[in-house]
Nanobody, 125 residues
Framework: QLAESGGGLVQAGDSLRLSCASS????????MGWFRQAPGQEREFVAG????????YYAKFVKDRFTISRDNDKNTVYLQMTSLKPEDTAVYYC????????????????????WGQGTQVTVSS
C-alpha cells in the first residue's frame, strides 16, 4: 500500500516536497516512480529511482528542478520540487515495482505493480 502526502496550493517559484510511504511489502526491493496527471491529460512519468544504487531518472520537463530520493529505513520515497510552475499543476502519484532489476529505473507506467491514490499539487501564477 502506498500513501502520498505533501501536496497543496503554492505560488509559482515555490517549493514542495511530496512523500510516499509504503506499507505491507518489502520497500527496499521496490523500484519507485512519480507520475502526474493534469486535468484532461494522460498520466505522465516525472521521476524514478531504482531499488539499488540507487539510480535516478527524470522527465525532460523536470530540468533539474525536481529531485527523487528514498529512505529505506522509513519505507518512503520523496519528490522534492523547486521552482514550481503553473504547468506543474496536477495530481501526483507514486508507484512501486516489485521484483525488478536492481539498478533499473522504470519509466513506463505499465511496469508498475502498486499505486497510491495521488496528492494534488496546484501552482498559481
Amino acid at each position: 500500500q502506498l500513501a502520498e502526502s505533501g501536496g497543496g496550493l503554492v505560488q509559482a517559484g515555490d517549493s514542495l516536497r511530496l512523500s510516499c510511504a509504503s506499507s505491507g511489502g518489502t520497500f527496499s526491493t521496490y523500484a519507485m516512480g512519480w507520475f502526474r496527471q493534469a486535468p484532461g491529460q494522460e498520466r505522465e512519468f516525472v521521476a524514478g529511482i531504482s531499488s539499488s544504487g540507487p539510480r535516478t531518472y527524470y522527465a525532460k520537463f523536470v530540468k533539474d528542478r525536481f529531485t527523487i530520493s528514498r529512505d529505506n529505513d522509513k519505507n518512503t520515497v520523496y519528490l522534492q520540487m523547486t521552482s514550481l510552475k503553473p504547468e506543474d499543476t496536477a495530481v501526483y502519484y507514486c508507484a512501486a515495482k516489485d521484483l525488478g532489476y536492481y539498478y533499473y529505473v522504470y519509466e513506463n507506467e505499465n511496469e508498475y505493480d502498486y499505486w497510491g491514490q495521488g496528492t494534488q499539487v496546484t501552482v498559481s501564477s
